[in-house]
């Protein structure tokens, strides 16, 4: 059975009120992480239905790249992996003023 993704890109300078305005509109706890996969620190969440949502960097500062160099202009990146909600969720990434959220990325894997 193949599992849906989203990606959206964010032009959001800051990691730490990107989480929390995320927090604040999809209505979950993000919690911090550290790993090489994501080039320093992300965020991460399990929700409702199974899905998961990861917040990270585009610069990769332990490999000194960007993980999604066709996609520089975006700081952030938000992944959601199994949307129960997609439309839901991604219609709160995307029109918050806030973020500019754009979804760069959709699929199945």
Same mark, same amino acid.
């Given at each position: 059975?193949?599992?849906?993704?989203? #990606?959206?890109?964010?032009?959001f300078?800051?990691?730490e009120?990107?989480?929390?305005?995320i /927090? #604040?509109i999809?209505?979950?706890?993000?919690?911090?992480? #550290?790993?090489?996969?994501?080039?320093? %620190?992300?965020?991460?969440?399990?929700? /409702?239905?199974?899905? /998961?949502? /990861?917040?990270y960097?585009?610069?990769?500062?332990?490999?000194?790249?960007w993980?999604? %160099?066709?996609?520089e202009?975006?700081?952030?990146?938000?992944?959601?992996?199994? %949307?129960?909600?997609?439309?839901?969720?991604?219609?709160k990434?995307?029109?918050?003023?806030?973020?500019?959220?754009k979804?760069?990325r959709?699929?199945e894997y």
């Amino acid at each position: 059975m193949s599992k849906k993704f989203f #990606e959206f890109g964010i032009r959001f300078e800051d990691l730490e009120k990107a989480r929390k305005r995320i /927090e #604040e509109i999809l209505q979950v706890d993000l919690e911090g992480w #550290e790993g090489h996969a994501r080039g320093g %620190p992300y965020y991460a969440v399990k929700i /409702e239905g199974g899905t /998961e949502l /990861e917040l990270y960097q585009n610069w990769n500062s332990i490999d000194g790249e960007w993980n999604e %160099p066709d996609n520089e202009e975006f700081s952030l990146f938000i992944r959601i992996d199994q %949307p129960v909600r997609a439309d839901s969720i991604e219609g709160k990434l995307v029109d918050d003023s806030i973020l500019r959220a754009k979804l760069i990325r959709n699929g199945e894997y």
